[in-house]
Protein backbone atom coordinates (compact mmCIF):
# COMPACT_ATOMS: atom_id res chain seq x y z
CA UNK A 1 0.00 0.00 0.00
CA UNK A 2 1.48 3.23 -0.98
CA UNK A 3 1.84 6.06 1.34
CA UNK A 4 1.29 9.49 1.41
CA UNK A 5 2.85 10.89 -2.01
CA UNK A 6 4.33 15.11 -1.74
CA UNK A 7 4.96 16.60 -5.01
CA UNK A 8 7.87 18.23 -5.58
CA UNK A 9 10.18 17.20 -3.07
CA UNK A 10 12.06 20.52 -3.37
CA UNK A 11 11.41 24.29 -4.45
CA UNK A 12 13.02 27.16 -5.09
CA UNK A 13 11.08 30.29 -5.69
CA UNK A 14 11.67 34.10 -5.63
CA UNK A 15 9.61 36.22 -3.72
CA UNK A 16 6.40 37.67 -5.00
CA UNK A 17 5.95 33.98 -7.06
CA UNK A 18 3.36 32.16 -5.96
CA UNK A 19 3.41 28.19 -5.85
CA UNK A 20 1.39 25.11 -5.72
CA UNK A 21 2.26 22.05 -3.82
CA UNK A 22 0.58 18.90 -4.18
CA UNK A 23 -0.31 15.89 -2.10
CA UNK A 24 -1.74 12.17 -2.57
CA UNK A 25 -2.97 10.27 0.51
CA UNK A 26 -3.36 6.89 0.85
CA UNK A 27 -5.54 4.60 -0.75
CA UNK A 28 -8.77 5.46 0.80
CA UNK A 29 -7.49 8.10 3.27
CA UNK A 30 -9.93 10.89 2.58
CA UNK A 31 -8.54 13.63 5.13
CA UNK A 32 -6.02 15.43 4.28
CA UNK A 33 -4.10 18.24 6.58
CA UNK A 34 -1.16 20.62 5.98
CA UNK A 35 1.26 21.61 7.94
CA UNK A 36 4.21 23.54 7.83
CA UNK A 37 7.82 23.26 9.19
CA UNK A 38 9.97 25.60 10.36
CA UNK A 39 13.36 24.74 12.68
CA UNK A 40 11.96 27.53 15.73
CA UNK A 41 8.20 26.91 15.19
CA UNK A 42 7.97 23.40 15.09
CA UNK A 43 4.65 22.18 12.96
CA UNK A 44 2.12 24.77 12.57
CA UNK A 45 -1.32 23.54 11.33
CA UNK A 46 -1.91 25.06 8.25
CA UNK A 47 -5.78 23.64 7.05
CA UNK A 48 -7.44 20.18 7.13
CA UNK A 49 -9.58 19.13 4.24
CA UNK A 50 -12.52 16.36 4.36
CA UNK A 51 -14.20 14.97 1.40
CA UNK A 52 -13.79 18.22 -0.54
CA UNK A 53 -14.67 20.29 2.13
CA UNK A 54 -11.93 22.39 4.06
CA UNK A 55 -12.53 21.48 8.55
CA UNK A 56 -10.54 23.56 10.07
CA UNK A 57 -7.54 26.16 9.19
CA UNK A 58 -5.04 27.44 11.06
CA UNK A 59 -3.78 31.09 11.52
CA UNK A 60 -1.84 32.01 8.49
CA UNK A 61 -2.91 34.80 6.15
CA UNK A 62 -5.24 34.23 3.31
CA UNK A 63 -2.15 33.96 0.87
CA UNK A 64 -1.97 30.24 2.29
CA UNK A 65 -5.08 28.27 0.75
CA UNK A 66 -5.66 24.50 -0.30
CA UNK A 67 -8.25 22.46 -2.33
CA UNK A 68 -9.14 18.83 -2.25
CA UNK A 69 -10.67 16.65 -5.43
CA UNK A 70 -12.95 13.78 -5.78
CA UNK A 71 -9.94 11.55 -5.70
CA UNK A 72 -9.08 12.85 -2.49
CA UNK A 73 -5.77 14.64 -3.44
CA UNK A 74 -5.06 17.90 -2.46
CA UNK A 75 -2.95 20.71 -3.13
CA UNK A 76 -2.07 24.17 -1.37
CA UNK A 77 -1.44 27.46 -3.14
CA UNK A 78 1.22 29.99 -1.84
CA UNK A 79 0.59 33.07 -3.24
CA UNK A 80 3.25 36.26 -3.62
CA UNK A 81 5.86 34.30 -1.37
CA UNK A 82 7.71 36.03 1.39
CA UNK A 83 11.47 34.93 2.26
CA UNK A 84 9.01 33.82 5.82
CA UNK A 85 7.53 31.31 3.57
CA UNK A 86 10.26 29.72 3.48
CA UNK A 87 10.16 25.73 5.45
CA UNK A 88 8.72 21.98 5.27
CA UNK A 89 5.55 21.19 4.27
CA UNK A 90 3.89 18.40 4.83
CA UNK A 91 0.97 16.70 4.51
CA UNK A 92 -0.86 14.17 6.80
CA UNK A 93 -3.27 11.47 5.57
CA UNK A 94 -6.06 9.71 7.66
CA UNK A 95 -8.73 7.59 7.52
CA UNK A 96 -11.17 9.93 9.58
CA UNK A 97 -11.08 13.61 9.80
CA UNK A 98 -9.52 14.81 12.80
CA UNK A 99 -11.36 14.62 16.08
CA UNK A 100 -14.14 12.90 14.87
CA UNK A 101 -13.02 9.19 15.68
CA UNK A 102 -9.15 7.63 17.18
CA UNK A 103 -7.51 7.60 13.96
CA UNK A 104 -3.69 8.33 13.10
CA UNK A 105 -2.53 10.14 11.02
CA UNK A 106 0.91 9.21 8.55
CA UNK A 107 2.65 11.90 6.47
CA UNK A 108 4.47 12.32 3.73
CA UNK A 109 8.26 13.56 3.21
CA UNK A 110 7.32 16.45 2.79
CA UNK A 111 8.09 19.77 0.21
CA UNK A 112 10.94 21.67 1.18
CA UNK A 113 10.44 25.39 -0.20
CA UNK A 114 13.28 27.83 -0.60
CA UNK A 115 12.05 31.53 -1.30
CA UNK A 116 14.79 33.78 -2.41
CA UNK B 1 -5.36 27.36 21.59
CA UNK B 2 -4.70 24.14 23.37
CA UNK B 3 -0.88 23.31 23.70
CA UNK B 4 1.24 19.92 24.36
CA UNK B 5 4.32 20.66 26.44
CA UNK B 6 7.14 18.10 25.31
CA UNK B 7 10.16 17.39 27.47
CA UNK B 8 13.04 17.58 27.65
CA UNK B 9 13.83 19.47 24.33
CA UNK B 10 17.23 17.47 23.87
CA UNK B 11 19.11 14.90 24.88
CA UNK B 12 22.24 13.61 24.40
CA UNK B 13 22.84 9.75 25.57
CA UNK B 14 25.48 6.87 25.25
CA UNK B 15 24.51 3.97 23.15
CA UNK B 16 23.00 1.52 25.27
CA UNK B 17 21.18 3.68 27.59
CA UNK B 18 17.15 3.80 27.91
CA UNK B 19 15.74 7.16 27.30
CA UNK B 20 12.47 8.57 28.29
CA UNK B 21 10.58 11.71 27.02
CA UNK B 22 6.65 12.95 28.06
CA UNK B 23 4.45 15.34 26.80
CA UNK B 24 1.86 16.98 28.89
CA UNK B 25 -1.68 18.76 27.94
CA UNK B 26 -3.94 21.40 30.10
CA UNK B 27 -7.10 19.32 28.31
CA UNK B 28 -7.95 15.55 27.86
CA UNK B 29 -6.97 14.16 24.56
CA UNK B 30 -8.64 11.03 23.05
CA UNK B 31 -5.37 9.52 21.40
CA UNK B 32 -1.75 10.04 21.49
CA UNK B 33 0.15 9.87 18.39
CA UNK B 34 4.52 9.39 18.46
CA UNK B 35 6.28 10.60 15.51
CA UNK B 36 10.19 10.11 14.32
CA UNK B 37 11.54 12.30 12.28
CA UNK B 38 14.98 12.46 10.55
CA UNK B 39 16.53 15.39 9.22
CA UNK B 40 14.82 16.39 5.81
CA UNK B 41 12.18 13.56 5.60
CA UNK B 42 8.42 13.87 6.86
CA UNK B 43 7.60 12.30 10.94
CA UNK B 44 6.98 8.66 10.96
CA UNK B 45 4.41 7.16 13.18
CA UNK B 46 6.04 5.12 15.80
CA UNK B 47 2.90 4.40 17.95
CA UNK B 48 -0.93 5.04 18.45
CA UNK B 49 -2.54 5.07 21.99
CA UNK B 50 -6.20 5.42 22.08
CA UNK B 51 -7.16 4.59 25.99
CA UNK B 52 -6.26 5.90 28.96
CA UNK B 53 -4.10 3.75 30.73
CA UNK B 54 -2.87 1.46 27.59
CA UNK B 55 1.18 0.33 27.09
CA UNK B 56 1.87 -0.30 23.73
CA UNK B 57 5.30 -1.85 22.35
CA UNK B 58 7.01 -1.12 19.17
CA UNK B 59 9.93 -3.22 19.33
CA UNK B 60 12.07 -1.20 21.48
CA UNK B 61 9.72 1.41 22.16
CA UNK B 62 7.42 1.75 24.65
CA UNK B 63 4.55 4.25 25.07
CA UNK B 64 1.46 5.10 28.06
CA UNK B 65 -1.43 6.94 27.21
CA UNK B 66 -1.82 8.46 31.13
CA UNK B 67 -4.38 7.68 32.96
CA UNK B 68 -5.92 11.34 33.56
CA UNK B 69 -5.65 11.26 29.55
CA UNK B 70 -3.93 14.58 30.30
CA UNK B 71 -0.40 13.33 29.23
CA UNK B 72 1.92 10.18 27.87
CA UNK B 73 5.05 9.02 27.43
CA UNK B 74 7.63 7.09 25.43
CA UNK B 75 10.54 5.07 26.36
CA UNK B 76 13.32 3.55 24.05
CA UNK B 77 15.51 1.02 25.31
CA UNK B 78 19.40 0.56 24.60
CA UNK B 79 19.36 3.04 22.22
CA UNK B 80 21.32 2.78 19.14
CA UNK B 81 22.61 5.11 16.49
CA UNK B 82 20.08 5.36 14.11
CA UNK B 83 17.55 6.46 16.71
CA UNK B 84 18.76 9.87 16.83
CA UNK B 85 16.05 12.17 15.33
CA UNK B 86 13.51 14.17 16.90
CA UNK B 87 10.66 13.07 18.39
CA UNK B 88 7.28 14.55 18.47
CA UNK B 89 4.17 13.71 20.48
CA UNK B 90 0.74 14.53 18.87
CA UNK B 91 -2.86 14.95 20.19
CA UNK B 92 -6.15 14.32 19.36
CA UNK B 93 -8.32 16.50 21.97
CA UNK B 94 -11.46 15.14 23.02
CA UNK B 95 -13.53 17.95 21.39
CA UNK B 96 -14.70 17.34 17.63
CA UNK B 97 -13.27 18.83 14.68
CA UNK B 98 -10.05 19.95 16.03
CA UNK B 99 -7.36 19.48 14.79
CA UNK B 100 -3.97 17.13 16.09
CA UNK B 101 -1.91 18.96 18.26
CA UNK B 102 1.90 18.47 18.32
CA UNK B 103 4.58 19.08 20.71
CA UNK B 104 7.31 20.89 19.93
CA UNK B 105 10.34 17.73 19.42
CA UNK B 106 12.29 16.22 21.59
CA UNK B 107 16.17 16.31 19.60
CA UNK B 108 18.16 12.85 20.70
CA UNK B 109 21.91 12.39 19.92
CA UNK B 110 23.16 9.27 20.74
CA UNK B 111 26.63 8.69 21.30
CA UNK B 112 28.43 6.03 20.13
Known amino acids: KAGVTQTPRYLIKTRGQQVTLSCSPISGHRSVSWYQQTPGQGLQFLFE???????NKGNFPGRFSGRQFSNSRSEMNVSTLELGDSALYLCASSFYPAGERATEAFFGQGTRLTVV | GQQLNQSPQSMFIQEGEDVSMNCTSS?????WLWYKQDPGEGPVLLIALYKAGELTSNGRLTAQFGITRKDSFLNISASIPSDVGIYFC????????????FGKGTRLSVIA
Open chain 1, 49 to 55: YFSETQR
Open chain 2, 90 to 101: AGSPLSGNTPLV
Open chain 2, 27 to 31: SIFNT
